[in-house]
């Protein structure tokens, strides 16, 4: 299983950005696939994520800012921000694991990709 996350970048607050990732060796409909974020100084937390039945879920800090989605025939996940703040600024990952499961701490991800990096000015 790879894991590709691409898009990131620098943008101004209020701008959108939408993250990719590409998934190799596994069929989205039977993982669960989660973006997780890691901000200097910080530990890697939870963003969203999205379940093999489609169901989505999403960190309060970024509900209706963020939306989750995929594409099957492309085996892709996205992550579609907008109204993007500073305190967005982070590294992005990817991450995924078997099952329809609902994981906001790492630990239970198997899969994950290299990060990319979305920086915010203000």
């Known amino acids: 299983v790879q894991l590709q996350a691409s898009g990131g970048g620098l943008v101004q607050a209020g701008d959108s950005l939408r993250l990719s990732c590409a998934a190799s060796?596994?069929?989205?409909?039977?993982?669960?696939m989660a973006w997780f974020r890691r901000a200097p100084g910080n530990e890697r937390e939870f963003v969203s994520s999205i379940r093999p039945t489609a169901l989505r879920y999403y960190s309060d800090s970024v509900k209706g800012r963020f939306t989750i989605s995929r594409d099957t025939d492309k085996n892709t996940v996205y992550l579609q921000m907008n109204s993007l703040k500073s305190e967005d600024t982070a590294v992005y990952y990817c991450a995924a694991v078997m099952g329809s499961r609902y994981y906001t701490t790492t630990a239970p991800y198997d899969f994950w990709g290299q990060g990319t990096l979305v920086t915010v000015s203000s």
């Open positions: 060796g596994l069929t989205l409909t039977r993982y669960t």
